[in-house]
């Protein structure tokens, strides 16, 4: 079933458990759906809103700033790609983990931040996630290790990686990452050079 709000398009399915669920699929674009802030509801028709499709916000130049539900659970591959006016992403979320798939931020040149509640970290699936996010300083704790060119052309100086962490150099590729904090550091591979002006703490 669909539902439209405010300009956006939400699919609820039942899982084979019986467990509903519901997921932002779509923009459609007219001018009252081109706000400048966007915030998704923690529900629809009393279903929990828990993820966002692929390209579901793709190319919403209008875009800066993004409210996400306590409910949101993944960021789907190209969400957010090439919303060169979004600044802020806030994900109302605690203790949770949220998984982000390839290029989910890619081309956002004005990203700044990445905000959740405490006791929150960030799931990277898939490669390019914050390339030529020029501006971007900060985001939440990740948990594991990076896909490739997850920062390439990135502007991020100061990350937090959880769990264990393997740094692959291709990682921070022509990025301004200056310092890397690992809570447990299993391995460094690729161009080694890379990492030459780079501070890597390890607990």
Not at 163 to 191: H, S
Request: proline share 4%.
């Amino acid at each position: 079933m669909e539902k439209i709000i405010d300009g956006v398009e939400y699919v609820i399915s039942t899982s084979n458990m019986g467990v509903s669920t519901a997921s932002v699929q779509d923009l459609i674009v007219s001018e009252r759906s081109r706000t400048k802030e966007l915030t998704i509801p923690a529900s629809v028709e009393g279903v929990p809103v828990v993820a966002i499709l692929q390209d579901a916000f793709q190319d919403a130049y209008w875009l800066e700033k993004v409210n996400l539900p306590h409910t949101m659970c993944s960021i789907g591959p190209g969400a957010f790609d090439n919303c060169i006016k979004l600044k802020e992403v806030y994900i109302a979320c605690h203790n949770m983990q949220v998984k982000i798939q390839r290029n989910a931020f890619s081309r956002c040149h004005s990203l700044e931040r990445i905000k959740m509640d405490y006791d929150s970290v960030l799931i990277l699936n898939g490669p390019g996630i914050f390339k030529d996010c020029d501006v971007l300083n900060s985001l939440p704790p990740i948990m594991g290790s990076i896909p490739s060119h997850t920062f390439l052309r990135c502007g991020i100086k100061y990350v937090i990686l959880l769990g264990d962490v393997y740094l692959d150099a291709e990682v921070f590729r022509n990025c301004g990452i200056d310092t890397i904090a690992c809570e447990k550091l299993e391995g460094i591979d690729g161009d080694l050079e890379i990492f030459k002006n780079i501070q890597i703490i390890s607990s």
